[in-house]
């Protein structure tokens, strides 16, 4: 009787051989893929990011040379500036991006959105002015007048005319305040806004119901991001000046290191401390036996 062959491993076990074979397959198709990967990630080609903040992103775009793709996230109407100017980016300057890397970027709008003026007739200054900067509108002028309310908005206006509740005004306008002067004994101490950008200043000085007086930016490149190195009256956080009074500012392009230098090593000179009578203060403003023979009174 003749002998049975003995049958071969992958006869007796064809599911070893099944396993191997889709092991091979797996293989080979995760070696596709990290190649595939490796090519459209292009890894290994990485390249600086240029700064474009405070260029046109027009011109970025046109002058780009990496495919990049610039995202506008949101667009801030600032009076005065052209439109398309990048305000912040995301990746920053100086990172390492490969072609086609998305960058996000905010960048200031080409027209004014309208908003809406709420009600300020009644409100303290400092109510008012946080009232005009949230719905998108900014504050300029402060126009003292004779009556009884002390620091109490009476009238807004804009470029000279009349605004009322409720009117539509393109963002970024410029609101005028009238307010009343009361006794004409309101003060206040000049606050400290060095280190501030100008926005921020402007702001503090105005809900102390001071004015901002001159503004200098010589030599400053991207007024946005100039910060205050010098103010006047200077802070001492003791002396009071009347309602009204200008506070001039200085700009300067400083980084975050240097403006927390500037601001930690900021010292009050005591000889500008002022303890004198507000009514000595020649500031402009009327005294009050003056304000008593005008009808009306604005500096």
């Known amino acids: ?59 970025v775009m046109l002058a780009d040379q ?29 990172s390492l991006v490969k072609r086609g890397r998305k960058v996000y970027v905010s960048i200031t709008a080409y027209k004014a959105d309208d908003a809406v003026l709420p009600e300020l007739a009644g409100l303290s200054v400092r109510q008012a002015v946080s009232e005009i900067y949230s719905v998108g509108l900014t504050v ?16 807004q206006t804009c470029r000279g005319k009349a605004l009322y509740a409720g009117q539509q005004v393109a963002s970024g306008s410029v609101v005028d305040l009238t307010v009343g002067l009361g006794d004409g004994s309101g003060a206040n101490v000049v606050p400290f806004v060095i280190g501030k950008t100008a926005d921020k200043a402007r702001r ?25 190195y010098r103010q006047e009256p200077d802070y001492t956080g003791v002396t009071k000046y009347p309602y009204g009074t200008e506070v001039k500012l200085w700009y300067t392009d400083a980084d975050e290191q240097e403006v927390n230098r500037m601001v ?12 004198t009578n507000l009514n000595e203060i020649d500031d402009g403003r009327p005294t009050p036996e003056q304000i008593e023979t005008q009808d009306d009174w604005t500096w």
């Open 1 to 59: 009787m003749a002998k049975q062959k003995k049958e071969g491993f992958f006869k007796r076990y064809p599911w070893v051989m099944h396993l191997l074979v889709m092991l091979g397959i797996s293989v080979v198709i995760v070696m596709l893929v990290f190649v595939f990967l490796r090519i459209y990630a292009r890894q290994g080609h990485e390249y600086e990011l240029p700064d474009v903040v405070g260029q046109n992103i027009s011109d």
């Open 264 to 275: 930690s090593e900021f010292k009050v000179d005591s000889s500008k401390i002022i303890t």
């Open 66 to 94: 990496l495919d990049l793709n610039y995202v506008i996230q949101d667009s801030i109407y600032r009076h005065g500036t052209e439109g398309g100017l990048i305000l912040t980016q995301d990746p920053k300057g100086g």
């Open 204 to 228: 503090d000085i105005l809900s102390l119901s001071l004015n901002v007086g001159k503004e200098h930016f010589s030599g400053v490149k991207d007024k946005s991001k100039a910060v205050v």
């Open 140 to 155: 300029g002028r402060l126009k003292f007048v004779e009556d009884p309310y002390k620091n109490s908005v009476i009238d």
